[in-house]
């Protein structure tokens, strides 16, 4: 009789082991499971390389540039829908506000010859894949005159309609020749 309690120790013990086994590897499992869900979710990454205010002599009287590099992390292709710059600003009084301003390729003949050109909206991204450029926002000298510029934020909306955002806090700003004399210039 002795020999049947050892037996069914032996079995309990060995049932006990098997489930641990099972149990960890269905987490291990689950876990890659989730990982690879996360991976076809539409997801960009944007990365700012440098950005500054430009100032000119027209009725746009100041160019917000930023170089950007534009990473689809995800598995499945994506687009870059729209790209937004929100100045974040605090007027006389200190009460807080901002302005969306929207990115604007056509600005990019306002700039010299030496910038790359200015990212294409619509924006096709491939899956893993990293498309850079410039992103250009203008807006007239008078509509942020008399307010104290906290931040920037660029907001990028992605064919799914999902927004990602970068801070950028300080800008340096660029006053040079007149955009009529670069155009001049390099006819």
Known sequence: ??????????????????AWIAAWHARRTY???LQQETRRQPWLEIYLVNGYIR??????????????????????????????????YRG?????????ISHSPRLGTRLPESQEDPLPIPCRIPAREVVGGVAIFGAAEELLQDFRIESYTLTAVDSFGNHTEREAILLQEVRDVPVETINDSAK
């Open 31 to 33: 876990k890659l499971a």
């Open 55 to 88: 100032r000119l002599r027209t009725p746009l009287r100041r160019l917000f540039v930023f170089k950007l590099m534009i990473t689809n992390k995800s598995d499945a292709a994506n687009a870059l829908k729209d790209l937004q710059l929100v100045v974040h």
């Open 92 to 100: 006389e009084q200190g009460s807080p506000g901002n302005v969306t």
């Open 1 to 18: 009789m002795e020999w049947q309690w050892r037996i069914s120790a032996a079995v309990a013990v060995a049932s006990a082991v098997a």
